[in-house]
């Protein structure tokens, strides 16, 4: 009779509607609930100290760094800031393959979110600390183009009063050349090297300083929760429509591949998506660039660094500097090996890989998916056998990454004094 049969098939249908939900919510075993949980931001340890920069924590120095990374003074030609290429209203990068400062350079800008809490900074790794890694662009002939004097003599006519409550009196800088410094130009390069010790200690003392400000600022930029994060708290609360509402299915396919059969997760670990390893993944060489070894050249570089850990200039103990003292260079594996980075908010901010070689993710994705010899060195990737769509659920899953800044708002914007 017709009443009882569309009241059964109500009753059946919401029963099935009832089974896919709690299907949904029981979508991860134990074991992988526990493994996205160690990829969600709230396991993110608090910010680590850096003992090798004693004002890292200081606001007073963190407002200065801020001035110093938007201030276009510390440059060649008085047109190229920190914030040139680290764009805040861009994740603080550029969306360019190669960055451009007063040249161009060889590698593409890496965004600096969450970056204090990396052990090596660049592609390769040459710095060991955020105040070390400033330093490096400030001198670069590509970046801004400047040297040693010329930053300590702008610190001393605009930022006197400001440098002194952070760091305490300037030295004395009457009689030091206007351009000095270890750089490319030879009048500045030969003027630096006709410099006492002494005197060059000094003014290096200073450049220090300036990094370990602006350092104090970038410590303040870190990655806000994605999508991402919200579906791993519904999915540990067994929240089946919250976890739907959240990701769509292709999405949550994408992550079953990431964790599983892409093994992306082996590398993209850990609430930052990184393991703050170096590998050579096989990435092609940029076209009209020299060979580039990689952390081969990085790894030395870190430790010939004056400005590294164990260095004159660091604040930090010796037993404090682990990183460096337990780095191995000159090993044949690190030839051609870049930095794992981060892959939060990675949709947002293409091309891809340390000279945009990519510009696409489905790019990036169907590299992996080939697996291809590397130009130099050797690729530690094997091909994945993805299928089209799979490798579409992989990219779907990528922009899931994507989630605000966390910082306060004056950090965001040029300041306005
Ligand atoms: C001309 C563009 C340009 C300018 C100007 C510039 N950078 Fe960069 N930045 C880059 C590029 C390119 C890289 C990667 C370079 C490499 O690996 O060799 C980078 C890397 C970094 C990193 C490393 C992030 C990580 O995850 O390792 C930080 C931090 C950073 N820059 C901060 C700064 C600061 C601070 C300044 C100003 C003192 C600055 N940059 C000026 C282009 C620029
Ligand atoms: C063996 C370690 C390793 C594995 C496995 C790995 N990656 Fe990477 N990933 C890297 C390294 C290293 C880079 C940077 C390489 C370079 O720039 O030359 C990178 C770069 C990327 C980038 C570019 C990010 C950027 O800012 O330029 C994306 C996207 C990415 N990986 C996604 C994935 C996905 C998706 C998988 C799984 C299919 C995966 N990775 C597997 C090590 C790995």
Not at 177 to 180: E, F, Q, S
Not at 318 to 329: D, N, S, T, W
């Given at each position: 009779m017709p009443i009882l049969r569309w009241m059964t098939a109500t009753l059946l249908g919401l029963l099935c509607l009832a089974a896919v939900a709690a299907g949904a919510g029981k979508g991860w075993t134990q074991a992988e609930l526990a493994q996205l949980q160690e990829l969600s931001l709230a396991s993110l340890p608090p910010l680590p100290a850096d003992p090798s920069n004693r004002v890292a924590d200081d606001e007073r120095a963190a407002e200065l760094g801020q001035r110093l990374f938007f201030d276009q003074r510390l440059s060649s030609n008085g047109q190229v800031a920190c914030a040139t290429c680290h764009l805040p209203d861009r994740l603080f990068q550029d969306g360019t393959p190669l960055a451009k400062g007063v040249g161009t350079t060889d590698r593409r800008t890496m965004s600096i979110i969450g970056t204090a809490r990396s052990p090596w900074q660049f592609w390769d790794g040459r710095k060991d600390s955020q105040w070390a890694q400033a330093l490096g662009p400030l001198e670069s002939a590509v970046e801004h183009g400047g040297d040693?004097?010329?930053?300590?003599h702008l610190l001393a006519a605009h930022y006197r009063a400001d440098y002194e409550a952070v760091f305490g009196p300037l030295p004395d800088l009457r009689g030091l050349?206007?351009?000095?410094g270890p750089v490319a130009d030879p009048q500045a390069n030969a003027a630096w090297r006709a410099l006492p010790q002494g005197e060059r200690a000094?003014?290096?003392g200073v450049f220090a300083n300036l990094g370990k400000a602006i350092a104090a600022y970038e410590r303040r930029i870190e990655p806000g929760p994605a999508r991402f994060d919200a579906y791993v708290t519904a999915a540990a609360a067994g929240d089946a429509a919250k976890t739907q509402s959240t990701l769509s299915r292709d999405e949550v396919a994408g992550l079953k591949l990431?964790?599983?059969k892409a093994q992306c997760v082996q590398c993209h670990g850990g609430p930052l998506f990184t393991n703050d390893e170096f590998h050579n993944t096989g990435v092609p060489a940029a076209r009209g660039l020299p060979q580039d070894p990689g952390r081969l050249a990085g790894a030395k570089q870190v430790l010939q660094d004056e400005f590294n850990c164990l260095g004159p200039f660091s604040d930090a103990k010796?037993?404090?500097?682990?990183?460096?003292?337990?780095?191995?260079?000159d090993n044949a594996s690190q030839?051609?090996?870049f930095r794992v980075p981060s892959l939060r908010n990675v949709a947002e901010r293409g091309p891809y890989m340390h000279a945009g070689q990519f510009a696409t993710l489905r790019q990036v994705v169907e590299h992996y998916n080939r697996a291809p010899a590397a130009p130099q060195g050797h690729s530690e990737l094997q091909p994945l056998g993805l299928s089209a769509r799979e490798i579409d659920q992989l990219v779907a899953f990528l922009g899931s990454l994507s989630g605000p800044v966390k910082a306060e708002r004056r950090w965001l914007q040029a300041p306005s004094n």
């Open positions: 040693r004097t010329q930053y300590a050349p206007k351009h000095a000094k003014v290096s990431f964790l599983g010796p037993q404090q500097c682990g990183e460096i003292r337990f780095l191995a260079a030839l051609r090996q």
